[in-house]
C-alpha cells in the first residue's frame, strides 16, 4: 500500500511538472506591476544618455565637387560600361548610378569624400558605410571601403565603392542598368 502510494505521488508530481512546463512553453508574455523612479540632469542627447540619435550628435556632409566614377569593362569586352557618381545635397545619401554592364567583370569604382562639420566635444566619430543597394544586387559585388574608421571635427574622409558585374548576363543585347545610395553612419568615440 505504501508503495502504492509513493508511486501515486510521483506521479501526481510528474503531471504538475508537465503542466507547468506546458503552460510556460505556451505563455509569451510576462506581466510585471509596479513603479520605477528616477532623477539625473544634463543634455537628455548628450553621448551615453540614451536618447541621442546620429542626427542629434553629428554632421557628417558630402563635400561638393569630390565625386567621380572610373568604368573599366572586362578583358575582352565590348560593353560599353559607364558610370555617374553624384552628390545631389550635402546632407543626403550620395549615388552612384551604372550603366550597361554585361559581362564578368565588367567594373566600376567611385570615390567620394565628406567632412565632419559638428560633433559632440571631446569625442570623434566612428564610422561605417552603408550601400543601399536596389534588386539585381545578385548579380553585382558592391563594396566600399573608408580611408579611415574614425575621424575628428573637420576631419575629412574619402570613401571608395567598387561595383562589379559577377556573371556575364545571357543575351549579347542584354545589358545592366544599376544605381545605389552611399550612406555614411557615425557613432560617438571618446577621444
Given at each position: 500500500m505504501k508503495?502504492?502510494?509513493?508511486?501515486?505521488?510521483?506521479?501526481?508530481?510528474v503531471a504538475l511538472l508537465a503542466i507547468g512546463f506546458g503552460y510556460a512553453a505556451l505563455t509569451d508574455s510576462l506581466v510585471i506591476n509596479g513603479t520605477a523612479t528616477g532623477s539625473g540632469a544634463g543634455d537628455p542627447t548628450e553621448p551615453g544618455s540614451g536618447n541621442e540619435t546620429d542626427e542629434d550628435l553629428f554632421d557628417i556632409q558630402w563635400v561638393a565637387g569630390t565625386a567621380n566614377a572610373t568604368a573599366t569593362p572586362a578583358a575582352g569586352s565590348t560593353s560599353v560600361v559607364s558610370a555617374t557618381a553624384t552628390i545631389d545635397n550635402v546632407n543626403e545619401p550620395a549615388t552612384l548610378t551604372v550603366k550597361n554592364m554585361a559581362v564578368k567583370g565588367d567594373k566600376v569604382?567611385?570615390?567620394?569624400?565628406?567632412?565632419?562639420?559638428?560633433?559632440?566635444?571631446?569625442?570623434?566619430?566612428?564610422l561605417e558605410v552603408k550601400l543601399n543597394e536596389p534588386k539585381a544586387k545578385d548579380m553585382v559585388d558592391a563594396t566600399a571601403v573608408l580611408d579611415a574608421y574614425t575621424v575628428a571635427l573637420d576631419g575629412t574622409v574619402t570613401v571608395t565603392v567598387t561595383v562589379e558585374l559577377n556573371q556575364t548576363l545571357i543575351s549579347d543585347t542584354d545589358s545592366l542598368d544599376y544605381a545605389l545610395t552611399v550612406e555614411i553612419v557615425a557613432e560617438p568615440v571618446a577621444k
Open positions: 508503495k502504492r502510494r509513493n508511486v501515486l505521488f510521483a506521479f501526481v508530481i569604382v567611385a570615390t567620394y569624400q565628406f567632412k565632419l562639420v559638428e560633433c559632440p566635444a571631446g569625442y570623434d566619430a566612428k
